[in-house]
């Protein structure tokens, strides 16, 4: 099973298509918050182009929406949770939010905000940002996302960067 995981796309979605177009299919897509209006064009890409559901949360720029603030996932016995991760200090580092996500019960949290990919595997809990695909800020400012793989009783992490040589 394999898990596409996006963030902070900000009312863009040109790259993310040309995207979903080029790693086809997958199993489901998360994104992670702050896509600004586009939720309904969002599910409709992943309805059509990778034939499967979407898990959106809340980002602290997504005003107007009714978008819920966290998601709950079970998958094949891991429990994940995903939220933007802005009332979580994660702009200062992934303590605070893994403690509180090990407090309840999940051994993978998924969030966004920083516009910043982090992995930080842990054998307790495990931190995913899948960075920016519209504004990146770290170093090099490629545009990225990440692919969680569950495989023969294991779970992989990957993270991915869009350079000017992506699309070939
Ligand atoms: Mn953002």
Known sequence: M???????THGHL????????????????IHCGDIEGQELMFENLNRE?????????????DFFSDLDREASLEIRGH?????????????ANTDFIKQEAYARGYDIVIYGH?????????SAITALNPGSLSYPRQEGRLPSYAIITFENGQVSYA????DRDFFG
């Open 49 to 61: 182009i990778l034939k499967c559901n979407s898990v959106i949360v809340c980002g602290n720029n």
């Open 114 to 122: 920083t516009h910043r990919p982090v992995l930080d595997e842990g």
């Open 2 to 8: 394999k898990i596409l995981v996006v963030s902070d």
């Open 79 to 91: 429990r994940i949770l995903v939220t933007h991760g802005h009332t979580m200090y994660v702009s």
């Open 159 to 162: 993270i991915r960067y869009i």
């Open 14 to 29: 040109d790259l993310y298509e040309k995207l979903i177009e080029k790693i086809k299919p997958m199993d489901l897509v």
